[in-house]
């Protein structure tokens, strides 16, 4: 009998020391994360103290906007063509079926500009140019030269994040455009594989059923998640570790959380959106 009760109470006690083991591994994580949001709020208050102060790099700032759009114009080209035939070619079916197919236009141009496009878009950015920019930056810790700029009293905030933050916030918008724009092309090609769509028709019916209300909160967010991508990516790579392991850490953790701020914002503006 006092066997069983020691065994007994050496199961209470072991379960008692893991529940305290999980109890304070979920403490301690919670606390990384509020130090972790806090760094980045930080850091993103530097980031906008330094866009405002004097000696902005515009050199730096118009190189990284052609290093934007030339490393991703042609993955951003293929997306937009795939989604716009993709959403033509699995509607159109459904509409013929209710004799509704001169709505096509219309429903793939407004999906194209307020959702697909957008969206799609920033998540390719954030893989592509998130996870280059924190590798980048991620690289220059591992070879101390951010620890070299600051011994020098240069700033790194101001000559390497300030002008890839900007680049990416306003390279974004313009590579939607040209993406929506090449959706509605692959459209009308699309709805011509198993049609006859005139092109003039079938733009005025795209576009006549646009409104400003698509067209400017679409165009308002996509500035959010370049911001979105850029300050992450640059984050990242500032606050990666020594070892040359560190810049491929700080790459792959750059585009998750990017991806998951993207849509995170995007629910956001769409809510905002339905209240105004």
Not at 54 to 60: A, L, S
Not at 89 to 115: C, K, W, Y
Not at 182 to 202: C, E, H, R, T
């Amino acid at each position: 009998m006092e066997t069983t009760k020691t065994t007994l109470g050496q199961r209470v006690r072991t379960r008692s020391v893991r529940l305290s083991e999980s109890t304070l591994r979920k403490k301690n994580r919670f606390e990384q994360f509020l130090a972790g949001t806090a760094d980045g709020v930080l850091f993103t208050g530097r980031v906008i103290a330094n866009t405002f102060s004097r000696g902005f790099e515009f050199k730096e700032f118009f190189r990284h906007c052609f290093e934007v759009g030339n490393k991703s114009l042609g993955l951003i080209s293929v997306t937009g063509i795939v989604v716009g035939l993709v959403l033509t070619i699995q509607s159109r079916p459904v509409l013929v079926d209710f004799g509704a197919v001169t709505m096509l236009p219309g429903m793939v141009a407004v999906s194209m500009i307020r959702e697909m496009g957008p969206v799609m878009i920033a998540l390719i950015c954030a893989g592509k140019i998130g996870s280059s920019m924190g590798a980048e930056i991620g690289s220059m810790r591992v070879t101390e030269q951010i620890d070299a700029m600051e011994v020098s009293s240069a700033n790194p905030i101001r000559f390497l994040v300030v002008p890839r933050v900007l680049a990416i916030t306003l390279m974004l918008p313009l590579l939607v455009l040209y993406a929506d724009a090449l959706g509605i092309m692959a459209s009308w090609a699309g709805a011509n594989i198993k049609g006859d769509a005139s092109f003039v028709l079938f733009m005025n019916q795209a576009f006549g059923q646009l409104a400003f209300s698509d067209l400017l909160p679409a165009f308002i967010k996509t500035f959010f998640f370049g911001a979105v991508i850029g300050l992450v990516g640059c984050y990242k790579g500032y606050n990666a570790g020594r070892g040359t392991e560190s810049v491929g850490r700080a790459a792959n953790s750059a585009v998750v959380l990017s991806s998951l701020l993207v849509i995170i914002v995007d629910l956001i503006a769409v809510q905002l959106t339905d209240v105004i």
